[in-house]
Each structure stands twice: as C-alpha cells, then as structure tokens.
Nanobody, 118 residues
Framework: QVQLVESGGGLVQPGGSLRLSCAASGSIFRINAMGWYRQTPGKERELVAD???????NYADSVKGRFTISRDNAKNTVYLQMNSLKPEDTAVYYC????????????WGKGTLVTVSS
C-alpha cells in the first residue's frame, strides 16, 4: 500500500521553468526507485527520469541537460526541476515508484498536467 501524489504542474511559457513534486505515503519501506514518466494522448507513456534508492539517476535523451531529478528521503518526496521547457514537453507527468522486493509491482500517481505554450 503506497500512495503517490503529484503537485506543481501548470501552464508555463517556452523557455520557462517548473518544479514538480511527488509525495509518497503508506508503506514507504516498499519503495526502491522513484521517478517520472509522461504521456500525451495517443502515445505510449515514456520515462522522463528516475532515481534509485542508492542515488543513481537515469534521464531520457530529450530532457538531459534541462531536467534534474532529486529525492528527499526524509520527506519521502521526489522532485523534477524542469528548465528550458519546450512545447513538446507538454504532457501529463506521472510519479512512479517500484517495489523494493517485487519488481513487477509498480506504484503510480494520478498525474499532473504540464502545458508549455505561449
């Protein structure tokens, strides 16, 4: 039983910045990696960035150098700092976590909409 709640989405102009937050609650001890995926209508959900419990990070090529993932274990929260935003970054962003013991168990937030437009 893990719940993930995202916040921080909204409308931003191209070139602007936005910071997403995801707070985890429930059986926190079950969580290993945490990260962010995004999805647009008609397309498959794709990984944006994630971070393992050990601090290793992984980024999609399209966001490298612009987005930064961070994690505050004391607050059970993961962040995504999004800079130099482009219209193609527009999507619903979903917080994700996997289970420390069973890799086939995945936890998802309900998503937060990011719209990059003038």
């Amino acid at each position: 039983q893990v719940q993930l709640v995202e916040s921080g989405g909204g409308l931003v102009q191209p070139g602007g910045s936005l910071r997403l937050s995801c707070a985890a609650s429930g059986s926190i001890f079950r969580i290993n990696a945490m990260g962010w995926y995004r999805q647009t209508p008609g397309k498959e959900r794709e990984l944006v960035a994630d971070m393992t419990s050990g601090g290793s990070t992984n980024y999609a090529d399209s966001v490298k150098g612009r987005f930064t993932i961070s994690r505050d274990n004391a607050k059970n929260t993961v962040y995504l700092q999004m800079n130099s935003l482009k219209p193609e970054d527009t999507a619903v962003y979903y917080c994700h976590a996997d289970n420390r013991y069973f890799s086939y168990i995945n936890y998802w937030g309900k998503g937060t909409l990011v719209t990059v437009s003038s």
